[in-house]
């Protein structure tokens, strides 16, 4: 084996013009391959990160009860001592209301949560803009927009009611941007206490979830399904998704085109480079078979050129890829001088990259060897 790689090394270096043109051709190979991998990735990650990654992933409702789930402490407590792969758990009680302004009333939703548990879901101290997020059941969080159409200001008391009756009185704690324009018009966030007491119920609405793989959310869905009785429905941001998830699947089909279509090119290229190194050096492995040099170790000479430009071609590559990356983000930024594409990096996918570039290398070499293996020492010694 060594004196095979041996070998395969001089050649290598004796024929430099052709290990660099090989070199580059897998270098550009792969880093194209990291490059729009990492990048459909990102954008993956971004348009998922956007859509729901502050928002419920899997959605506990009751199907019964005017909507409404009791007992749900105990639910919550079946649903986390039996389902691995949930990341955050909160209970939350949504109720259609109006704001009594002078003559008028305005329409909103209060939203009370358990804002400990919320927070891991929803990030409520981030998206504070002014104030405070509610401390006490006297105090509410209201929306920027809301805040904007009613010229609403920290400190200012609100009645709240409904068309049953209930009714109570809250003062604004803060204004949150939560991102997304119709909830910043609506929202009013509370600790659910606070919705419980104004609107008189001990019950909830929905026990809302994150989990740690997003695209386990309907999987997961189905085993918290099987916990619970029949009166409660568990929905998952898949099944109401299913355009996201079209396009999501539809760019992993183009970034896997991508990258097929640049392997083939990268093996192509070497297979026909070592070729015609097969024939250059016809006049060599003439030479060493006929000092006792086997076929398999002739075919095995160009079997290790494969496996080293591969490697030293994958590690190229990869830096170059990485390369791209970051000058992607650094170039390409929104307004505010954020990444348009915040990539991140995926040491896994890397890894693969690296695997594929010594593979693809290593089975382009396979039909030279196989050619070098044939050559007859006589007839080249004779002819070359």
């Known amino acids: ?53 502050n928002a419920s ?3 506990v409702e009751s199907q019964e009860n005017n909507g ?31 704001i009594s302004l002078e003559e008028e009333a305005e329409s909103a939703l209060i939203r009370g949560f358990d804002l400990e548990k919320a927070e891991g879901i929803y990030g409520f101290r981030e998206k504070i803009i002014t104030g405070r997020l509610p401390e006490n059941s006297a105090e509410v969080a209201v929306g920027i927009g809301l805040a904007e159409n009613l010229e609403l200001e920290i400190g200012d008391t609100l009645e ?43 019950s909830i609405t929905a026990i809302e979830i994150q989990v740690e793989k997003v695209f386990e959310a309907d999987r997961i869905g189905e085993e918290v399904q099987a916990l619970l ?15 996201l998830l079209s396009g999501l699947q539809g760019q992993d089909i183009s970034s896997i085109m991508i990258q097929i279509f640049v392997v083939v090119a990268v093996v192509l ?43 030293i071609g994958g590690f190229i590559g990869i830096a170059l890829g990485l390369g791209l990356s970051y000058s992607f983000m650094i170039f390409a930024t929104n307004p505010d001088g954020s990444p348009v594409v915040e990539i991140v ?37 004779r002819n070359g």
Not at 345 to 365: D, E, H, P
């Open 1 to 53: 084996m060594k004196f095979p790689f041996r070998i395969a090394w001089r050649f290598l270096k004796s024929g430099k013009g052709q290990t660099i043109l090989i070199l580059s051709g897998i270098a550009i190979g792969i880093s194209v391959q990291v490059f729009i991998g990492l990048l459909i990735q990102g954008l993956q990650s971004s348009l998922v990160d956007s859509t729901i990654g």
């Open 160 to 202: 709240v009611f409904n068309f049953e009756g209930d009714q109570g009185e809250v003062v604004i704690a803060g204004f949150f941007d939560i991102g997304v324009t119709n909830l910043n018009e609506s929202w009013i966030v509370s600790e659910i206490e606070t919705a419980q007491s104004i609107f008189q119920r001990d």
């Open 68 to 98: 409404e789930i009791f007992n749900y402490q105990e639910k919550e407590e079946v649903i986390g001592n039996n389902v691995e792969g949930i990341t955050e758990m909160s209970p939350t009680l949504t109720l259609p209301a109006f």
């Open 229 to 243: 009785d029949d009166d409660v429905k568990v929905t998952n941001w898949k099944d109401a998704n299913q355009d």
């Open 57 to 59: 992933q899997i959605t």
């Open 345 to 381: 990096i995926n040491y896994n996918f890397i890894a693969l990259s690296f695997l594929i570039a010594v593979a693809a290398s290593t089975l382009a070499a396979l039909i030279p060897a196989k050619k070098s293996s044939k050559l007859q020492p006589i007839e080249v010694i």
């Open 269 to 311: 290229g070497i297979s026909s480079v070592l070729a015609i190194s097969v024939l250059q050096r016809s006049k060599q492995i003439g030479i060493l078979k006929a000092m006792g040099v086997n076929d398999r170790s002739a075919s095995l000479i160009f079997l290790f050129q494969g496996l080293i430009l591969g490697i």
